[in-house]
């Protein structure tokens, strides 16, 4: 028991009823998380800090020895009222006037105790059964792919090593012909209740380490762990589209559960290699394309290249260098659509010419020596004032 528990109101927290049932909450964290998830909210704190709220809340009410306990713990203390004779021979009395400094902490049987009857409850008398199937470890793994493969998904081969259950023993931890045994100190809780400060906490169980058996002969394989080494290679499905450093979750894809548990999850990190013409900027790609100077000045058809082959572009008569063009549909593929390709133009200016492109470009300066390219400029700076 977490005595945090009960300054958090956790069906506030994911906006459900107290009576809600265990697929409505689930609906609602599964909502709840999809949009606060910090692969969709990067560098956003308070979204992260209410990603984190609601996952807390989610771990509580969906596992129903944590539910039970929050709900008991809440309504005894509902209202803020506090024990003043809680073993006394004249009953149980609640004031209004509740001195909280009392409830976690100080002398006296209060708080702590009775949340320590909730847990003595769980760990004596067997009624508490063994531990169930554990779920595996999460792990984690990085991988590079080329900018190519990023736009159009690949599915790339993993070497992954791993915990996995003993292969001698299946992952009980007992010698062969034998098995384990439930552990007498929790009777198969895998934990303890511990009066700390007038306060009861929940901590792993010292003679079994939480695991809620004992093994009396071990298996000489794992030396009674009930664990060994997994090595595998799974199939990663990298989804069209995926940007530099995203995070994909690949379901059941971790190491192996205990007990009979399903998988944890595989979680990889992908890094895109650099593309040589192409960059990226959201779900559209850009590119630079080199245009001469006649070209802009009297307008031209170029050629511009694609992912998928090349484009013609109409750049029209007098165009700037570093303008810009959308090209539709050009981009990346996404599940949302497919983005542009924005092709900036960049007037190249040559470095060497023919003699007669000399003259010609002389003879265009002579014509044109009326237009003053800087007179804006100058007189935007208030130059000769």
Known sequence: MNKDWLEKDFYSILGVAKDAKADTIKKKYRSLARELHPDKNPGNAAAEERFKAVSEAYDVLSDADKHKEYDEARTLFAGGGTRSAPFGGGGSQYSSSADYSNMFGGGGAGFGDLLGDIFQQRARGGRQAPRGPKKGSDLESELSIGFDAALSGVTVPLRLASDAPCGSCRGSGARAGTAPRTCPTCEGAGQ??????????????????????????PCPSCRGTGRGSSARTVQARIPAGVKDSARIRLKGKGAPGERGGVSGDLYVVVHVESHPVFGRSGNNLTVTVPISFAEAALGAAIVVPTTSGTVTLKVPAGTASGRTFRVRGKGVPTKDGVGDLMATVNVVVPTEMSDEARAALVTYASLSDNIDPRKDLLAAAKVGE
């Open 192 to 217: 303890v209740a511990r009066n700390a400060g007038g306060f009861a906490f929940a901590e792993p169980c010292a003679s079994c380490a939480g695991r809620g058996f004992v093994v009396e002969d």
